[in-house]
């Protein structure tokens, strides 16, 4: 059994601050909400896109290193299992807060405590708009981080993400059968 070395949610919470920054401010003197609001649809898209793909690669590359210690059935159940556990321990220090599932491989995980939406790295009030594109960003990156770990363990899926009340997210996760 390997030693995990604690990492405070503020870590986190910065890394992700400045992995969106990067990717949404292409002029150095605009802030970040600046940049948020500048951005169109397209770009929006374009943004979301290229940081689901971050994810991908993170993911993939997390999962390898989880999985040396587990081993467990190919089964659905148990892997979503092990991604609500392990996982999500692994990258926020804390299980989901609930998995609910159906006979068709679609999986709804509920995290009642997402803190990366707490304490933005914006100096002036954001708006809802602009607040939106920021957590449809970091969405689009642990949709992608998720995604990654689904590809790492030989399964095809596809992931959306929604903003909840209270700092929580959904995330819909449905695995192709077989």
Request: net charge neutral; hydrophobic share 40%.
């Amino acid at each position: 059994m390997s030693t995990q070395i604690a990492i405070p949610d503020i870590t986190y919470n910065l890394l992700i601050n400045e992995i969106i920054k990067y990717s949404v401010c292409t002029d150095p003197n605009l802030s970040l909400l600046e940049s948020l609001k500048n951005l169109t649809k397209e770009e929006l898209q374009d943004k979301r896109q290229a940081m689901k793909e971050m994810g991908i690669s993170v993911g993939e590359r997390i999962i390898g290193f989880i999985v040396k210690e587990h081993v467990w059935t190919k089964e659905h159940n148990s892997l979503m299992r092990f991604i609500c556990k392990e996982l999500w321990m692994y990258l926020f220090g804390r299980y989901i807060g609930r998995l609910q599932a159906n006979n068709k491989g679609v999986y709804i995980m509920y995290d009642y405590k997402f803190h990366w939406f707490q304490g933005l790295d914006l100096s002036e009030s954001i708006d809802r708009e602009n607040f939106e594109k920021f957590c449809s960003l970091a969405l689009s990156w642990v949709c992608g981080v998720l995604k990654g770990a689904f590809k790492g363990l030989g399964k095809e899926s596809s992931i959306e993400a929604a903003v909840e009340e209270n700092n929580s997210c959904r995330f819909t996760i449905t695995l192709k059968l077989g």
